[in-house]
């Protein structure tokens, strides 16, 4: 595990970011070996970059904290991950964004922000492609100053899948 971590903190070096296959693979082996706190920062730290996490990915950390007895951080995540799944569905796999129904997107933005989960980078940038695939340029400016606003950048290598 140690020698994955040092290949993994040496990819940007190379030009190649580690996107969420990376991620994945090394919260599941830290996991496994019981390192749910280090875990935990490499998950807070690929959120950070703009990576999607998975379904396995979060089933793996509450398994981690469940072995570890902490069952409160087990619940919290559980109900992240209900949250921040069904928000990227929407977005994602129903393809509301790039099926010209950037509209309803839109609303369903607001609707998140509503209820206090903060859209990231991949929302953003789902939101603004298909806007610009629908000619909506104006709403693209939008998106893209409201990004602005919340210090959000242009994405880099890691935009899910």
Known sequence: MAAALRMFHEMPNHGCP???DTYVTLINGLCELGKIGEAKELFNEMET????PSVVMY???IHGFCQTINL???????EH????????QLFDGWRLCKGGRSSQAMELLDLMVSKRHKPNNITH??????CCEEGKLQEALKILD???????KQMQGCMGK
């Open 18 to 20: 580690p996107d969420s």
């Open 49 to 52: 970059k703009g990576c999607l």
């Open 59 to 61: 089933t793996s950390l």
């Open 72 to 78: 409160d951080e087990a619940v919290w995540l559980f």
């Open 81 to 88: 991950m209900k949250t921040k799944c069904l928000y990227l």
């Open 125 to 130: 940038s789902t939101l603004l492609h298909g």
């Open 146 to 152: 409201r990004m602005k606003l919340q210090g959000m």
